[in-house]
């Protein structure tokens, strides 16, 4: 998932969260999701879908393993703060979009295995 502005790109795979500088390919920042090492941000895991609020001020990343979505730091990939959603013991976000807006929807929700 790319910036707005298309100069950093947001990737989520297994326990890390990851900025990178698309036109050096340098990492600016990656975060343990699993609460290991530098920057880590607690409790988040396996981030399954990014979504880019329209105006770049927060990634939104959906953690399926406890019904929620992190709002994170554009930059730093900190988190600030965490959106629980309706039914979330029972069910696991796959897919998030942004509306034009800003406004955040989840969608493509699962049941538990």
């Given at each position: 998932m790319f910036s707005p502005d298309r100069r950093l790109v947001y990737t989520g795979i297994a326990e890390y969260f990851s900025i990178t500088d698309a036109r050096t390919g340098a990492s600016v920042a990656l975060v343990d999701l699993y609460g290991k090492g530098?920057?880590?941000i607690d409790g988040i895991e396996n981030p399954m879908s990014i979504a880019v609020a329209?105006?770049?001020s927060a990634v939104y990343a959906t953690m399926p393993d406890v019904g929620q979505i992190s709002v994170l730091d554009p930059r730093t990939g900190k988190e600030r703060s965490r959106i629980s959603l309706a039914g979330s013991t029972k069910l696991r976000a796959s897919?998030?979009?942004v509306?034009?807006?800003?406004?955040v929807a989840a969608g493509g929700a699962m049941k538990p295995w």
């Open positions: 530098d920057g880590d329209p105006d770049g897919g998030l979009a509306s034009s807006d800003g406004s």
